[in-house]
């Protein structure tokens, strides 16, 4: 089997966006590097024909052995879509310091660690993109995670300044800001997305197409943005 000529690492991947992305970029013709930590990531990985392990996000070792992995398998890197998974939610005050800690090392803490370990390679490829699945609510935060969006609004201006730093190089960054996203839209009731404009909600399908243009030549001019895909349901300009 030829080795393919592209690389991608979809962290958080056993599910959900992340998952749809790996099957997207598979689709067009990345060789896909998948970890998650159930085991659900190197399982969508075989089955795209590439190589995956279970690892966590908050782990700087278990975020480089994907990367050695994926140097080992396709001898580059092109590619990264970083997923997370659910930090804690609730009242504001409410919320403790390990809380915080958490949602720090999963949202922001993730996204740096990855960056200083794939930067190099991306690099040496000629230049790639690491495109970071947030959330709709940095820019108008929901006071039901205030963690996610304190943490995602940190990570918009993380963001900006890895454009301005590796831009030169050819390396861009992007985030994604998905709304009220489902495998299967049509699940959702009429009465759930009555305040969606498009009065629905998105399939992962779809917020993948997304992040498969973002992280291609496609978008090669696209860096330091955050692109929302929630429907129109945020309302500043």
Known sequence: MPRPTKAAIIVGGGSGIAAAAATE???????IA??????RGSALAAELGGVGLDGSNRSVEDLAAIVDLTLTRYGRIDAVVNGSGHAASGPVLDLTDEDWTDGMEGYLLNVVRMARLVTPHLIAAGGGSIVNISTSSPFEPNPRYPVSATFRAALASFTKLYADEYGPSNVRMNNVLPGFTKEDPSTVPAEWTSRIPLRRAASTAEVARL???LATEESSYVTGQNLRIDGGVTRSV
């Open 34 to 39: 998948v970890m998650s930590p159930s085991g």
């Open 211 to 213: 992040i498969r243009f």
């Open 25 to 31: 970029l598979a689709r067009h013709g990345y060789g």
